[in-house]
């Protein structure tokens, strides 16, 4: 059964840093790309970044390029984002995303 698990998530300050993962099971996650979405209240789901196989190709959405780092671990079976440098419009529920399948979300909340 391919499985995603999101964690990491919690409440930060503007300006803080948050390391998210993403667990992947029931599929050979090193092949696949890896991706990170978000969605905050009322709005669409939004693609953040991206990680190929082998980890050398990434690719970041405009609104995060320079804050957030996308990995993944030597197996590919864990991805991970970077936060840095939080906004309070980076709060929204992130969701991992591979083959199709999207795991539960993780939420993320910057505020003072």
């Known amino acids: 059964q391919v499985q995603l698990v999101e964690s990491g998530g919690g409440l930060v300050q503007p300006g803080g840093s948050l390391r998210l993962s993403c667990a992947a099971s029931?599929?050979?996650?090193?092949?696949?790309?890896m991706k990170w979405y978000r969605q905050a209240p009322g709005k669409e789901r939004e693609w953040v970044a991206t990680?190929?196989?082998?980890?050398?190709?990434?690719n970041y959405a405009d609104s995060v390029k320079g804050r957030f780092t996308i990995s993944r671990d030597n197996a590919g079976n864990t991805a991970y984002l970077q936060m840095n440098s939080l906004r309070p419009e980076d709060t929204a529920v992130y969701y991992c995303?591979?083959?199709?399948?999207w795991g539960q979300g993780t939420q993320v909340t910057v505020s003072s």
């Open positions: 029931g599929f050979i996650s090193s092949i696949y790309a």
């Open positions: 990680i190929y196989s082998g980890g050398g190709t990434r």
């Open positions: 995303n591979a083959v199709g399948v």
